[in-house]
T-cell receptor, first 112, second 107 residues
Framework: DAGVIQSPRHEVTEMGQEVTLRCKPI?????LFWYRQTMMRGLELLIY????????DSGMPEDRFSAKMPNASFSTLKIQPSEPRDSAVYFC??????????FGPGTRLTVL | SQQGEEDPQALSIQEGENATMNCSYK?????LQWYRQNSGRGLVHLIL?????REKHSGRLRVTLDTSKKSSSLLITASRAADTASYFC???????FGAGTRLTVKP
């Protein structure tokens, strides 16, 4: 298995633009997590899905952020409009049940 | 707020020494997991200990769990420079991570 796949690996955009981050979890995993990591705030859980259904989105910072999981093999995290304070590394992770999360390589987002 | 809290926040040791870091959590758990993060990379799962286990080994790693104190410890024996990383604990039902323990192993 190729592991959790995230794209793009790097994204540089200007304030106000829409940003879409993508994630392909490991086949057979029933949980998918989106995290954001910055030096100031550490690793934050944004949202997680169970069997494609969003369970807890309390970590989503504001309405500018949205996440979807249309099927078991794909999820997106969208920021619209983006702001400089959204600059961070965004990680996607998946797991079977609540055990052993596998993390993707992350997407480094820079909003100018 | 997160379930797992690691301490110390930072630890610096010489190669060959042992490193111990601790995790405290708040509610009942089925298992507790430890992860490592090398700079700029995603977290990597190290070891999982279940609530009915008190100690578990994996190579140079030893994890203990005290459910009465709601705490766990991770011991890395005979540390190497390659062990330099941040270490996190996490529990099911609340996969929020604390600030982690930043371990530096000096060659």
């Amino acid at each position: 298995d190729a592991g959790v796949i995230q794209s793009p690996r790097h994204e540089v955009t200007e304030m106000g633009q829409e940003v879409t981050l993508r994630c392909k979890p490991i086949s057979g995993h029933d949980y998918l997590f989106w995290y954001r990591q910055t030096m100031m705030r550490g690793l934050e859980l944004l949202i997680y899905f169970n069997n494609n259904v969003p369970i807890d989105d309390s970590g989503m910072p504001e309405d500018r952020f949205s996440a979807k999981m249309p099927n078991a093999s794909f999820s997106t995290l969208k920021i619209q409009p983006s702001e400089p304070r959204d600059s961070a590394v965004y990680f996607c992770a998946s797991s079977f049940r609540w055990e052993k999360q596998f993390f993707g390589p992350g997407t480094r987002l820079t909003v100018l | 707020s997160q379930q797992g809290e690691e301490d110390p926040q930072a630890l610096s040791i010489q190669e060959g020494e042992n490193a111990t870091m601790n995790c405290s959590y708040k509610t009942s758990i089925n298992n507790l997991q430890w992860y490592r993060q090398n700079s700029g990379r995603g977290l990597v799962h190290l070891i999982l200990i279940r609530s009915n286990e008190r100690e578990k080994h994996s190579g140079r790693l030893r994890v203990t769990l005290d459910t009465s104190k709601k705490s766990s410890s991770l011991l890395i024996t005979a540390s190497r420079a390659a062990d330099t990383a941040s270490y996190f604990c996490a529990t099911p039902g609340d996969m929020r991570f604390g600030a982690g323990t930043r371990l530096t192993v000096k060659p």
